[in-house]
Each structure stands twice: as C-alpha cells, then as structure tokens.
C-alpha cells in the first residue's frame, strides 16, 4: 500500500484545510499500522487504529471524528455497533474488508462504500476524500 502514498501526497488536503479524523477499525496489525502510517501522509489524522470494536466505540464516546474506516469483522466480532453508532453521529465510513458484500452483510454496511480487500491504497483515500467532500 505504501507505493501509493507518493500520489496521495499530491492532492490538496481532504479537509479543505481543516485536517480530518479518520478512524481507523482494522484488526490486521501490518494492514492497520500501513493504512495508519499513508493516512496521515495524505493529510488526514488518525483515530486508533482499533482491532476490536468495544474499544472504537468508547474512543468516539471522548472524541469526535470526521470519517471511518471499518473492517466488518474484528477481534470481538462483526462491528454493527459500531456502525451504528457512526451512523447515528452523523459520520460517513467506508469499509475494507475481505468479507463479500452478500445479502447477509448487516444492512448499516450496505449502502457504505466499499474496498474489498486486497483493496490498494489509492482506493482507500479515493473513497475517504469522496466522503469528506460530501
């Protein structure tokens, strides 16, 4: 992913100026510390990253963030509540996930958009920069 990063470094920062959050919900150590490490090069700060659900949703309960990244399933299983909860705060997410998008995905995932893994860089951040220009 990180060969990517130098393409991302050219655009205009996401935000408009105003540096983003993004929190990350990814269980992967090594897809989690990348992603991390090529959002922060693109201009946007990074919220965790989180393997397991319960601790992102106690991170949003203290702070506020501008957008998501999820991975449906982490180590404490399928993150719906998370989910909903970013939904119910207002914040757009995007999911990266090895999961297939089937019919028996939790509907708060279904109209996200969605990087199936193995997604690249440049896929990630062209879905958080539509969503932040939202």
Excluded at 36 to 43: Q, R
Aim: glycine letters at 8%; hydrophobic letters at 45%; proline letters at 9%.
């Amino acid at each position: 992913m990180g060969s990517n990063t130098r393409a991302a470094l050219s655009h205009p920062p996401p935000g408009g100026g105003r540096v983003l959050t993004v929190l990350v919900a990814e269980d992967e150590p090594m897809i989690s510390t990348t992603v991390s490490d090529d959002l922060e090069e693109a201009g946007y700060r990074v919220a965790g990253p989180f393997g397991r659900s319960a601790d992102a949703i106690a991170w949003t309960e203290r702070h506020p963030v501008d957008l998501a990244m999820l991975d449906v399933i982490l180590r404490d299983g399928v993150c719906t509540d998370l989910a909903e909860r970013l939904r119910a705060q207002g914040v757009p997410f995007l999911v990266f996930s090895g999961c297939y998008r089937g019919p028996e995905v939790p509907p708060v995932f279904r109209d996200a958009p969605w990087v199936e893994k193995p997604g690249t860089f440049a896929d990630i951040l062209a879905a958080l920069d539509a969503l932040a220009a939202r």
